[in-house]
């Protein structure tokens, strides 16, 4: 693909940053990324469209360890 699948071309901007829109559009407030793989390249990507940014330094043991880490993130 050439990039992280997060930073590729979608809808007029990058992957992240349309999820990003679209939750916001939703109405969702509290919007968490959650990152571990080129998480320095993603991340102020993510910040900058508005998504607080969660690190899961265990994120190649598997996607479970991603969700246990943004739910605690999460009041």
Not at 7 to 15: E, N, V
Not at 48 to 73: D, H, K, Q, W
């Amino acid at each position: 693909m050439g990039s992280p699948k997060p930073l590729l071309p979608w809808g007029g901007a990058t992957l992240i940053e349309y999820d990003i829109r679209q939750l916001q559009e939703a109405g969702v407030g509290d919007i968490v990324a959650v990152l571990g793989h080129h998480a320095d390249e993603i991340a102020p990507i993510a910040e900058a469209a508005g998504a607080r940014v969660v690190y899961n330094v265990r994120y190649t043991t598997g996607r479970a360890t991603s969700l246990a880490a943004g739910a605690s993130a999460t009041p």
